[in-house]
Nanobody, 116 residues
Framework: QVQLAESGGGLVQAGGSLRLSCVAS????????MGWYRQAPGKQRELVAG???????NYADSVKGRFTISRDNAKNTVYLQMDSLKPEDTAVYYC??????????WGPGTQVTVSS
């Protein structure tokens, strides 16, 4: 079983920055993908940024050039650096990990609020 714990959310003004962290623990050897997802009120959860085991990275078009995903394997941690934040980035941000093709684990989420 994989456990994920997010941190780093908060309230920030538009144009500001936040860095989210996700620490993975437990049986992590089988993880082949980790990603940051977000869900705004009344909307579906969407992928923000993801990083594969071999290092390939993808981003949602809405965050390209503003957000950066990275990882520290020694700390079992994935980060999401969020710059030039916009009010439309307001959401609960979740860290997700995948084992194989269908086994997912999720953290409890962290709230990000961007004021205009």
């Amino acid at each position: 079983q994989v456990q994920l714990a997010e941190s780093g959310g908060g309230l920030v003004q538009a144009g500001g920055s936040l860095r989210l962290s996700c620490v993975a623990s437990g049986s992590i050897d089988g993880i082949n993908f980790m990603g940051w997802y977000r869900q705004a009120p009344g909307k579906q959860r969407e992928l923000v940024a993801g990083i594969f085991r071999l290092g390939n990275i993808n981003y949602a078009d809405s965050v390209k050039g503003r957000f950066t995903i990275s990882r520290d394997n020694a700390k079992n941690t994935v980060y999401l650096q969020m710059d030039s934040l916009k009010p439309e980035d307001t959401a609960v941000y979740y860290c997700g990990s995948r084992e194989g093709f269908v086994r997912w684990n999720w953290g409890p989420g962290t709230q990000v609020t961007v004021s205009s």
